[in-house]
């Protein structure tokens, strides 16, 4: 069993900032070098089995950026572009959406709702598309920001319907297979249920393992596919930040497209990119993302400037009366990053 590199100074900075209880999972890199990925905590009570570096975890709504990076190389491969209206690719469109563009679908700029009902009820592709062509606009097409799981569905659809590849099988082939990815994806990585994180709610109790909730076949239902739902681990998480480094999956154009500013959202303290929250600080530029359930918490963020990756995750983000994780996400993220550069 491989060791986990620990770095004192987040070490540290880990010991006095977390709370003593959940499991958690801490990765940090500078340029092409893992320099942490450390576990705290157990990812299974039951079974005594601790945290570690490669403990399989859902990673949430941090699945939207693996979904913004598939349309971007579809674009960078000429099958589609960002602009393209989604009639070019779904068909017949009612009048009130067929100005929405996949841009807007990237930049939760669409104006479709949120979800259509919650994360388990099955739901077909072609349920999916319906409920979200059936649905009332929250604003017209590309005037206001609101965030939309149901967004990022429709572009696993524009994926699929283009590539001609299912989501999963278009992403592990072209993008986590080039990254060096073996333990990203819904159902392909063929998992060892005793390596992937068991859930706690803000009562302690469990909640059994992702798959372990209504699945179908494939993964997950439409109303996670390609929002959210998504298994990782903190060392794939690492190799993902070093492909994003070169240009294995995307070129520096499409990477620009990823980390642009592209719609100011007041409420998230910066812009909303494709699939990323995008800052632009004295730091120089942040892109972060975070996801979450009622159960686990998970954030991703890449220090542009000077090549920092931050990702944590969490399988009891929430105690009642003890600790919530949510609080200070960010300020954690940050502490970490500043570990490697002290």
């Not at 079974?47 to 490669?54: L, V």
């Not at 803000?202 to 998504?230: E, I, K, T, V, Y």
């Not at 190799?239 to 070169?246: E, P, Q, S, T, Y």
């Not at 592209?262 to 909303?272: K, N």
Request: one cysteine or more; aromatic letters at 8%; hydrophobic letters at 35%.
């Amino acid at each position: 069993m491989r060791r986990d590199p620990v770095d004192r100074a987040v070490d540290r900075y880990l010991d006095k900032t977390l709370p003593k209880g959940p499991g958690i999972t801490v990765a940090a890199a500078r340029g092409g070098e893992l320099r942490h990925c450390a576990g705290r905590g157990l990812a299974d009570r039951a079974k005594k089995t601790p945290a570690t570096c490669d403990t399989v975890y859902d990673i949430m709504s941090i699945t939207k950026q693996f979904t913004a990076a598939a349309v971007l190389r579809l674009e960078t491969d000429g099958r589609l572009r960002t602009s393209d209206r989604i009639g070019a690719y779904l068909g017949r469109v009612p009048e009130d959406k067929r100005g929405i563009t996949l841009h807007q679908l990237l930049t939760h700029t669409a104006g479709l709702p949120e979800s259509l009902g919650d994360d388990y009820d099955p739901l077909s592709r072609a349920g999916l598309l319906a409920g979200a062509m059936k649905a009332r606009l929250r604003s017209a097409p590309g005037k206001e920001f609101h965030y939309s799981n149901v967004g990022y569905s429709v572009l696993a659809a524009v994926v699929e319907k283009v590539s001609g590849l299912r989501y999963e099988h278009f992403l592990a082939e072209r993008l986590f297979r080039p990254a060096g990815m073996t333990r990203t994806g819904y159902v392909l990585p063929s998992w060892d249920r005793a390596r992937v994180a068991v859930e706690y709610d803000r009562n302690g109790r469990a909640q059994g393992r992702p798959m372990d909730h209504p699945w179908a076949p494939d993964g997950p239902s439409w109303n996670l596919r390609g929002n959210g739902g998504m298994l990782s681990t903190a060392r794939d998480m690492f190799r993902w930040h070093r492909a994003l480094m070169g240009d294995t999956v995307l070129s520096e154009a499409a990477k620009r497209k990823l980390f642009a500013p592209h719609v100011r959202v007041p409420e998230l303290d910066g812009s909303y990119g494709y699939g990323w929250v995008v800052i632009d600080s004295d730091d120089g530029r942040v892109a972060w993302h975070d996801g979450g359930n009622d159960w686990s918490l998970a954030t991703v963020a890449e220090f542009r400037r000077d090549k920092i990756m931050v990702f944590w995750v969490s399988n009891h983000a929430y105690q009642k009366g003890k600790w919530n994780l949510e609080d200070g996400q960010l300020e954690l993220t940050r502490g970490v990053s500043a570990g490697l550069t002290r």
